[in-house]
Structure formats: C-alpha cells, structure tokens
C-alpha cells in the first residue's frame, strides 16, 4: 500500500479521531467485508476530498499497525489476527459443526465442521468471527482448544483385531472413540463402556479415549439404567467410605432425646405413599380436640438430627442435590443406612421428625400452628389405593381419621382454587415391568382424593 510518511501526515484533530473510531467499528462489526476507501470515507464523515485523504491517512495507520490490509487496489479489510476473537463453550451437532456459546453475546457463534479444529461437545474453545451473515449472526472458526471437557461418553465398543472403537449414544459425539486394545485387553465386543476423550491429534480421524468403566453388555437392564446414569454423571452407588459413615450413625434414640420434642407417640399417625414406595419421608397425624376442632400434624423425617453440616455425609448430599427416579429404581440422596432406615418413617417404629401442627376448625380457620422437632409412631402404612378404598367405602382401617383428614383437604382445596390457585394437575405415565426390570405395559397413573389429601395438608405445611 502506498502510503505518506508519517512526518508529513497531518496532526490528528478530535474530527479525525472520530472518523477512525467510525472505521475501525466498521470493521469489527462486518468482519468478512472488503471496504472501498471512498466507502469507508463516506460512512465516516463524507467523501470529498478532504474526508477521503483523511480516510486514506487513517487506513495508512491501520495498516501499519497491522490491524487491516490491502486486499486489491483501495480495498481493505481486517488482518485475520484482528478479527473478533470469542471464548465460549462447544455445543456439538449430529453432523458434526458446532455452535459456540460465548457468556454476554446474545445468539451463538456457528462453525461449520471443517473449521472446528477438533472441537468437541462442551470444550471450552477460543473462536474467531470470520464471517456475519445477513441476520447479523457471526459464523466463526475454532483456533484453539482452551479446555477439554471431561464430560463421560457411553457406548457401545467394537472390538477389532488391533483397536477398539467405541460408537457413542450421544447425537453430540458423531464419531467413534478409539481406545487401545493393547491398554484395555479385557473389553468385550458388544459391551457397553464409559470413556474420557484423553487427546484428538490433528489430523487423526477419531479421538483417543480412556477408559472409565464398563458397565456391562448392551441391551441388559442393569446395564442400560446405570448408562443412563453415567451419561449424565449421576453416581449409582456411594463410595465405601460414605457407607461405612453411614453405619456407623447411632440410631438410637434416648429417652434424653425424647424429652427434648413434642412427643405424639399417643397420637394416631400414619404414612400415604405409592405401593412401590421404599421409604417413608412424611406422615400425617389426626387428634379431635373438642367438636368441630382438629389438630393436624405434618411430619417429616428429621434428617438433620442424623446429618451434621459439613460432615462426609453431608458433603456427599450437597454434591447430589437430589435423589434421581428411574423408571425401575431410585437413586438416592443419602445412603441407604438414612434414606430406608433411619430416616423412613416405618410403620410400628419410632422415629424422630421436624413437624408443622395446626389446629383448625371445620372452617378452615387456622386457630393455632406450631413448628418444631417431634417424636412419632407411625401406627399404619398406607398405599394411596388402600386410604382410597377407605374414603370411597368409609370402612377400613382408621377409616374415621381418613375421613376427617380427606374432608378438610378438600375443603382446603376448593378454598384454594376460590382464591385463584392453578392446578397443574396433569397425567403420569407408569410402566409395568417384569422382575428382571423389561417393560410390559404402560398405564395413566389417576390422582385421586387419596393424593389430594396428602398434597393440600403439604401445602399447608
């Protein structure tokens, strides 16, 4: 490019700098143009003579800079180093090209599979805008691989005479993974394994993965739930040493600790779950206190007293968050030694609870509440078929505690609804399995007033 010295340009005034802050945005904001200098002077400021010498003066100092350059004769465009540079996450496609999600910029940045630089599906990658389209959207190209993710793939391996490759279920890996058969000797053709991309070298097809566990051969039951389970990184079993912390919880409870709760062990109290329940989290308990006044417990299984904050057991709740339903089994929060036993709330045991207690009349007026760690006996365990064989019948046992217990929560809910709440009310799906876990049938599981009893005095509470 020709170009004046720079001790014969002219000083640049604020009307000039304004006009090589218009361009250099120009530039940045279409990064795939190829800008005339009589163009850009026009868009700038005006194209008269003097507006393009400044113009021409202004491009001279990109250039220098190493900002833009000459693409034809008074032609200019950005260098590809100064091209908009992003750091995003990969968002993998089925065919291959990858959408990149970069924190603060409204849509994402598109990047066709030639130009993912071996990219995967959640890496952390630095990518280029090399191109806006007419919907103001930037397609890109991925320059650097910032941070692999460690993000597990399940599938299922095909063993070769000299490698394995693994065929992902995931749409988000549309290539096989290769893994040493030298390394890994014992995986079998046909089964089902969890890996770890380890490296993708350029210009290898596949990426080389390690091995995390095998799981099993394909289309097993077990096999097929814990690879659920995997792909989404949520653990099956708990570490030995969450167990063994588990055991080794005393449950027993004292006559001290006793004393130290509202005890409702006199109180008539049941449980109301699904027949494949396992364990019993909440209960309800029903006193008449003189006619036409109830007290109502809501009770729940009190955790803390046996999960100390900051304990091993406790750091292991944080990190599930929750306990996961499958379609055959329960992933729980908490091991077993709590989630079935110490914290279940089983018929004819004694068991330690937080509680919401309510005394309210027929009117639904809420003459008295109180909130605080009890002791109960649990005296029944309901299914939701067998209390709704009670309502419907009025015999059975406790059938006058169900009675009165269903009696207000319907009171309650048209109550609710009078005052404007939504039902969210919706069909679920249940599935009939055989022992060995296969489907035999599907159902529409049915709320009835069974439900709505436990669900309106939950909501109270």
Not at 152 to 161: L, N, Q, R, S, T
Not at 244 to 259: H, N, P, R
Request: aromatic share 8%.
């Amino acid at each position: 490019m020709k170009k004046q010295s720079q001790k014969n340009r002219p000083a640049r005034g604020a009307k000039n700098t304004d006009r090589a802050a218009v361009i250099l945005s120009l530039f940045r904001e279409f990064p795939n143009n190829k800008f005339s200098l009589k163009h850009l002077a026009s868009a700038s400021g005006g194209a008269t003579k003097e507006g393009r010498r400044e113009t021409f003066e202004i491009l001279g100092r990109l250039h220098d800079e190493g900002i833009v350059e000459e693409c034809a004769r008074e032609k200019y465009r950005l260098t590809h180093k100064h091209l908009p540079h992003f750091e995003g996450i990969a968002d993998m496609t089925a065919s291959g090209s990858v959408y990149v999600r970069v924190e603060g910029e409204e849509n994402d940045i598109f990047v066709n599979q030639r130009n993912t630089a071996n990219a995967l599906n959640g890496d952390r990658v630095e990518v280029v805008a090399i191109h806006r389209g007419r919907d103001g959207k930037f397609e890109g190209e991925i320059t650097r691989i910032v941070e692999r993710s460690r993000k597990p793939y399940v599938g299922v391996a095909e063993v070769g005479a000299h490698q394995i490759f693994v065929r992902a279920d995931s749409r988000r890996m549309p290539m096989d993974i290769y893994l040493s058969k030298k390394q890994y000797p014992d995986v079998k053709d046909g089964e089902k394994v969890v890996v770890r991309i380890a490296d993708w070298a350029e210009g290898s097809k596949s990426p080389v993965g390690e091995l995390v566990e095998r799981l099993g051969m394909a289309g097993n039951n077990d096999t097929e739930m814990h690879a659920i389970l995997a792909e989404y990184e949520l653990p099956y079993r708990f570490d030995p040493e969450i167990e063994q912390a588990a055991e080794a919880i005393d449950g027993s409870i004292t006559a001290k600790e006793i004393a130290a709760r509202r005890d409702f062990r006199q109180v008539t109290t049941f449980t109301v779950d699904p027949a494949d329940a396992k364990d019993f989290d909440d209960a309800l308990s029903v006193r008449r206190v003189r006619d036409g006044v109830w007290e109502i417990g809501v009770h729940i299984a009190d955790v803390t007293h046996y999960v100390r904050p900051q304990s091993t057991i406790d750091d292991e709740a944080v990190e599930r968050g929750t306990s996961v339903y499958l379609v055959d089994r329960t992933v729980p929060m908490l091991p077993e030694r709590l989630s079935n036993e110490l914290c279940s709330l089983r018929p004819h045991e004694t068991s330690l609870c937080f509680s919401a207690v309510f005394t309210l009349n027929e009117n639904l007026d809420i003459l008295e509440e109180w909130f605080g760690r009890t002791v109960i006996y649990s005296d029944r365990r309901f299914t939701y078929a067998e209390a709704q064989e009670v309502i419907e019948t009025g015999r059975g046992d406790y059938a006058e505690e169900i009675l009165t217990l269903n009696r207000l929560a319907q009171a309650l809910r048209r109550q609710r609804f009078k005052n404007g709440a939504i039902s969210f009310d919706r069909e679920e799906v249940k599935f009939k399995l055989d022992e060995t876990g296969k489907p035999l049938g599907v159902y529409f599981k049915e709320q009835k007033e069974s439900n709505q009893m436990i669900e309106e005095f939950m909501l109270l509470a």
